[in-house]
């Protein structure tokens, strides 16, 4: 059986290393020189997006035999909104690495699979789908799935982020909503070591921001987070997306074209976490290929997921920086802060977002009811 991988990334070299445990022997074909070519930054893998599974590095070890090391478990988020600062305290999740850097969730898993990785792979999937009995798209996007009429792109984004040298705590993560710098959008720090970090924005396109200039609302969004933490990290690189796609594909499996990580739609649209669906995905399609289960089964919580998140999404866009406050106000409120340490939890089952979806539905709804 020849099957074809393109794209040796989060969700492709998952893929490989299912298969290679299964006897199969994939082809990798990666475009770029070598695994992780792109900037470095800081990931995050919140086990509390996944439930009902506690610990998600645990799970990928023991369900899937992949084995990642974070570079440290992170049991504190601080979020500020415009005029408050809270924070969430439990058993969080994980930072990780990605990109160029040998320590990357990407260089791990190249590491762990004994395929060759053909690289500066100029094929294209018509070239491999003409070649091979399966094909898994996994290249970190939706264009493919958009080409082939296969993808629903609910929203695009604009993102930059830098690298920065400072002093930082590195297991305490960090997210500002606020909507006068960002609006609609986010921006967060998230440390890779004592010294480094990432500092990125990201805000949905929506009418009102198409004019907003990218790199302004980054330089604002970089001196607030100057004031917050009381320094001037230096940047040491830079990276951006003027149009990144946040959506699902229509059929995970079109014949036998597998579609894997972004390709699929791994990529949640309410706060942008993509890695353990990317890992799923992969994993997945590999058991359908070997026939051990069938992917669109397997996939179809994904979609829900990435429903409930969507919601997510359209009830942040109808927040305004007073709700914001009001909301990260209420983290200092002891019944709150109760509920919030039983939810974050090692021990909690509780789903927060399908706990919390139907609640922002409804929002949604009345919200555009009104704006109609
Ligand atoms: C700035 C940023 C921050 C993020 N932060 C988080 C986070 O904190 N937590 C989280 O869970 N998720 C986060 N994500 C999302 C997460 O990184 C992705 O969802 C995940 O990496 C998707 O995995 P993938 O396998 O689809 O793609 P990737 O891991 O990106 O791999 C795709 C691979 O395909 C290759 N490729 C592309 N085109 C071709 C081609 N034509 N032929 C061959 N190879 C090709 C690429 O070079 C790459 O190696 C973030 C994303 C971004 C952009």
Not at 8 to 28: D, F, N, V, W, Y
Not at 335 to 351: G, M, N, T, V, Y
């Amino acid at each position: 059986m020849e099957v074809a991988i393109m794209g040796a990334g989060m969700s492709g070299l998952s893929c490989a290393l299912t298969l290679e445990k299964h006897g199969i022997k994939p082809r990798i074909f990666e475009k770029r020189s070598r695994v992780g070519d792109r900037f470095v930054n800081g990931e995050a893998m919140f086990s509390i997006l996944n439930r009902p599974i506690k610990d998600s590095i645990e799970y990928i070890s023991k369900e899937f035999d992949i084995h990642l090391k974070p570079i440290t478990e992170t049991n504190k988020i601080v979020i500020h909104s415009k005029n408050e600062v809270g924070s969430i305290e439990g058993k969080i999740g994980y930072l990780n690495i990605r990109g160029r850097h040998e320590n990357s969730y990407e260089s791990q898993l190249a590491k762990q699979v004994k395929t060759e990785i053909n690289y500066n792979s100029i094929y294209s999937y018509e070239d491999l789908c003409k070649k091979y009995d399966y094909v898994v798209l996994a290249t970190g996007d939706g264009e493919y799935a958009c080409d082939l009429g296969n993808y629903r792109c609910d929203l695009t984004c604009k993102m930059k982020g830098v690298s920065v040298e400072g002093e930082f705590n590195r297991d305490v993560p960090e997210v500002w909503f606020n909507y006068e710098v960002v609006p609609k959008g986010y921006g967060w720090l998230i440390p890779y070591s004592e010294r480094e970090a990432n500092i990125v924005i990201a805000y949905p396109c929506t009418p009102n921001n198409i004019k907003l200039d990218l790199n302004q609302v980054f330089e604002n969004f970089y001196s607030l987070i100057c004031e917050d933490i009381n320094q001037k990290p230096r940047i040491t690189d830079e990276f951006q997306f003027t149009r990144y796609m946040m959506g699902i594909c229509n059929s995970p499996k079109i014949d036998n074209t597998y579609f894997v990580g972004n390709c699929f739609g791994a990529i949640s649209p309410g706060l942008g976490f993509g890695q353990f669906t990317a890992i799923l995905t992969g994993v997945y399609s590999a058991y359908d290929i070997c026939g051990i289960d069938k992917y669109e089964k397997l996939v179809r919580p994904l979609f829900d997921n990435y429903n409930n998140s969507l919601e997510l999404r359209r009830y942040l866009q109808n927040l305004t920086d007073d709700k914001l406050d009001s909301s990260i106000k209420l983290l200092d409120n002891k019944f709150f802060d109760k509920l919030i340490d039983k939810i974050f939890s090692a021990e909690s089952q509780i789903d927060l977002m399908e706990f919390a979806t139907p609640v922002m539905k409804l929002n949604n709804y009345y919200k555009k009811k009104l704006n109609n």
